[in-house]
């Protein structure tokens, strides 16, 4: 189908506030005073930060190792304390630990941790979630799921709760959902592996003991908060007792956390209480992530060969990024190839690129001449991707809409081809119209006139780019613009209401400006 635009600029004024809640479990500040008497390395970097420390890391500057895992620590305590990996150090750990990428996977191809912690390390350096090698880590990290849910150490090995914990954040920061099933058959192998006493042993099927241990008990809580549940409630509760109640029982008077009790301070607890510090603080793993732009919040449609795939509105850095992080939630499998000109979306479900058909790319409706992943997105876009012919171009024009409409006759803005022809007229005249002022609680509403000025029938829709309010809160017909259609036969005409409704709670504040476009295709 062959798809025809029209767009309308739309500007209003108002105001706004916004605020966050950090939660954390236990005093932790006879830990953090322990770990400032201890020599300083990656994890306890890593645990002040989390106590909103600002360490030193001087120390990371000449950062050297042989292996892959001798890098990630470094890369995670870096991006944790506001440092970039790539050009802080001597030498740019980002691209050394990229030198480990082979065969699918990061590292030893018989190992499973340099690859959970592979993926982490990536995306906290900035690194997109679309990059080839956090996408073949991703999957050898969900190929390599024992049958129980967990992950082991060692492809093949006996699954225990630490990597799985580990795991699991890995996973969700590389896109895969909550619901998914691999996150759900691992959040319940933790489950099943929690001890009467509240606490986690590192394996639970362990013949060398199952007793919980500070790290195991840190690095499920860790998981419990990147999952965004509660490690000290009922759900995560057996016999009353708690992770952290179990973890909190472990601390010493001299601010440390023992492996288990009794076992007393060893040189491995500087560590452990590092894992405890970050877990009771409510972080998670990566700590940090290197300082990027704000992600942007963006609205999207993806169009397959049958229609609609799947459309809404999104937080996603670029267009390609897009397709990764909505494929969970819209349920649709997707490959993306490394080719000599860069990452390619290559297919959405059934729909894979062959001969001179694929999938394209537009934003606000227009084709960019650079590829998906290097097209840096703005709050407010419309992304649309494609399934066609190469020479696909969507095409269109628009006419803008600012404060003062003038009386006289209407005016608006024509768009025709062989087969599609069509006008949007703004009531009151001229080619402009503004919402002004709108209070909290307040509505505004304009006319539109839509025109279909051909013998064909045309199936309109729209769409809204440019600031949240707009995407939010713009209704045509009582009904969200995303939801808006019309069938229009030839010659036919529609008058549309464009409402602009504000809730009462609504605060934030400025003047904002947005398009809303109205787009054709010919009736089926």
Same mark, same amino acid.
């Given at each position: 189908?062959?798809?025809?635009?029209?767009?309308?600029?739309?500007?209003?004024?108002?105001?706004?506030?916004?605020?966050?809640?950090?939660?954390?479990?236990?005093?932790?500040?006879?830990?953090?005073?322990?770990?400032?008497?201890?020599?300083?390395?990656?994890?306890?970097?890593?645990?002040?930060?989390?106590?909103?420390?600002?360490?030193?890391?001087?120390?990371?500057?000449?950062?050297?190792?042989?292996?892959?895992?001798?890098?990630?620590?470094?890369?995670?305590?870096?991006?944790?304390?506001?440092?970039?990996?790539?050009?802080?150090?001597?030498?740019?750990?980002?691209?050394?630990?990229?030198?480990?990428?082979?065969?699918?996977?990061?590292?030893?191809?018989?190992?499973?941790?340099?690859?959970?912690?592979?993926?982490?390390?990536?995306?906290?350096?900035?690194?997109?979630?679309?990059?080839?090698?956090?996408?073949?880590?991703?999957?050898?990290?969900?190929?390599?799921?024992?049958?129980?849910?967990?992950?082991?150490?060692?492809?093949?090995?006996?699954?225990?709760?630490?990597?799985?914990?580990?795991?699991?954040?890995?996973?969700?920061?590389?896109?895969?959902?909550?619901?998914?099933?691999?996150?759900?058959?691992?959040?319940?192998?933790?489950?099943?592996?929690?001890?009467?006493?509240?606490?986690?042993?590192?394996?639970?099927?362990?013949?060398?003991?199952?007793?919980?241990?500070?790290?195991?008990?840190?690095?499920?809580?860790?998981?419990?908060?990147?999952?965004?549940?509660?490690?000290?409630?009922?759900?995560?509760?057996?016999?009353?007792?708690?992770?952290?109640?179990?973890?909190?029982?472990?601390?010493?008077?001299?601010?440390?956390?023992?492996?288990?009790?009794?076992?007393?301070?060893?040189?491995?607890?500087?560590?452990?209480?590092?894992?405890?510090?970050?877990?009771?603080?409510?972080?998670?793993?990566?700590?940090?992530?290197?300082?990027?732009?704000?992600?942007?919040?963006?609205?999207?449609?993806?169009?397959?060969?049958?229609?609609?795939?799947?459309?809404?509105?999104?937080?996603?850095?670029?267009?390609?990024?897009?397709?990764?992080?909505?494929?969970?939630?819209?349920?649709?499998?997707?490959?993306?190839?490394?080719?000599?000109?860069?990452?390619?979306?290559?297919?959405?479900?059934?729909?894979?690129?062959?001969?001179?058909?694929?999938?394209?790319?537009?934003?606000?409706?227009?084709?960019?001449?650079?590829?998906? !992943?290097?097209? =840096?997105?703005?709050?407010? /876009?419309? @992304?649309? &991707?494609?399934?066609? $012919?190469?020479?696909? +171009?969507? *095409? %269109?024009?628009?006419?803008?809409?600012?404060?003062?409409?003038?009386?006289?006759?209407?005016?608006?803005?024509?768009?025709?081809?062989?087969?599609?022809?069509?006008?949007?007229?703004?009531?009151?005249?001229?080619?402009?119209?503004?919402?002004?002022?709108?209070?909290?609680?307040?509505?505004?509403?304009?006319?539109?006139?839509?025109?279909?000025?051909?013998?064909?029938?045309?199936?309109?829709?729209?769409?809204?780019?440019?600031?949240? !309010?707009?995407? =939010?809160?713009?209704?045509? /017909?009582? @009904?969200? &613009?995303?939801?808006? $259609?019309?069938?229009? +036969?030839? *010659? %036919?005409?529609?008058?549309?209401?464009?409402?602009?409704?504000?809730?009462?709670?609504?605060?934030?504040?400025?003047?904002?400006?947005?398009?809303?476009?109205?787009?054709?295709?010919?009736?089926?």
């Amino acid at each position: 189908m062959k798809k025809k635009l029209l767009s309308i600029s739309i500007v209003l004024s108002l105001f706004i506030s916004v605020f966050s809640v950090q939660s954390a479990h236990g005093d932790v500040n006879s830990a953090v005073s322990y770990l400032k008497t201890k020599i300083v390395n990656p994890w306890i970097t890593m645990a002040l930060v989390a106590n909103g420390e600002s360490p030193n890391v001087d120390y990371l500057k000449s950062t050297t190792g042989s292996s892959a895992t001798d890098y990630e620590a470094p890369i995670l305590a870096l991006a944790a304390a506001g440092k970039n990996p790539k050009t802080f150090p001597d030498t740019d750990l980002v691209a050394v630990l990229k030198t480990f990428h082979t065969g699918g996977q990061i590292g030893s191809v018989s190992t499973l941790n340099d690859d959970i912690f592979g993926v982490l390390a990536l995306i906290a350096a900035g690194e997109s979630i679309s990059d080839i090698i956090i996408t073949d880590a991703k999957n050898f990290i969900l190929a390599n799921q024992n049958t129980n849910g967990g992950w082991a150490f060692v492809v093949g090995g006996d699954s225990d709760t630490n990597m799985t914990s580990t795991a699991i954040m890995a996973l969700l920061e590389a896109g895969v959902a909550k619901t998914d099933s691999h996150i759900v058959n691992a959040v319940s192998y933790l489950k099943s592996a929690q001890n009467n006493d509240g606490g986690f042993p590192y394996d639970s099927q362990s013949p060398r003991g199952t007793g919980s241990d500070t790290s195991s008990d840190a690095w499920v809580i860790s998981a419990i908060n990147k999952l965004g549940e509660d490690p000290d409630g009922s759900s995560w509760s057996k016999n009353g007792n708690s992770p952290v109640d179990h973890l909190l029982s472990l601390q010493t008077t001299g601010g440390y956390f023992e492996y288990q009790e009794g076992t007393g301070e060893d040189s491995f607890s500087p560590v452990t209480t590092s894992y405890a510090v970050i877990a009771l603080t409510g972080k998670y793993y990566p700590v940090g992530v290197t300082s990027t732009p704000a992600i942007p919040n963006v609205d999207y449609k993806i169009e397959g060969s049958d229609g609609t795939v799947c459309e809404g509105s999104v937080d996603a850095p670029n267009a390609l990024d897009l397709v990764v992080i909505v494929a969970p939630t819209c349920g649709f499998i997707y490959e993306i190839v490394d080719t000599s000109f860069g990452p390619y979306l290559k297919k959405i479900g059934d729909d894979e690129a062959h001969d001179l058909v694929g999938w394209l790319y537009a934003v606000n409706f227009a084709i960019p001449n650079i590829g998906a !992943v290097d097209y =840096n997105l703005e709050s407010g /876009d419309y @992304v649309i &991707w494609h399934f066609g $012919n190469f020479d696909w +171009q969507p *095409g %269109g024009s628009e006419i803008n809409l600012n404060a003062n409409i003038l009386p006289g006759p209407g005016g608006g803005n024509d768009f025709q081809s062989d087969l599609i022809s069509f006008s949007v007229n703004v009531s009151g005249g001229g080619n402009s119209f503004n919402f002004g002022d709108v209070a909290p609680g307040g509505v505004k509403s304009q006319i539109v006139s839509i025109t279909n000025q051909g013998q064909v029938g045309l199936y309109i829709e729209s769409a809204v780019t440019g600031d949240e !309010v707009f995407r =939010n809160y713009l209704d045509i /017909d009582n @009904v969200s &613009w995303r939801n808006f $259609n019309a069938n229009l +036969q030839g *010659g %036919g005409n529609k008058s549309a209401e464009v409402k602009l409704q504000i809730p009462a709670s609504y605060s934030k504040a400025g003047s904002k400006t947005g398009k809303l476009i109205f787009w054709a295709t010919l009736s089926q």
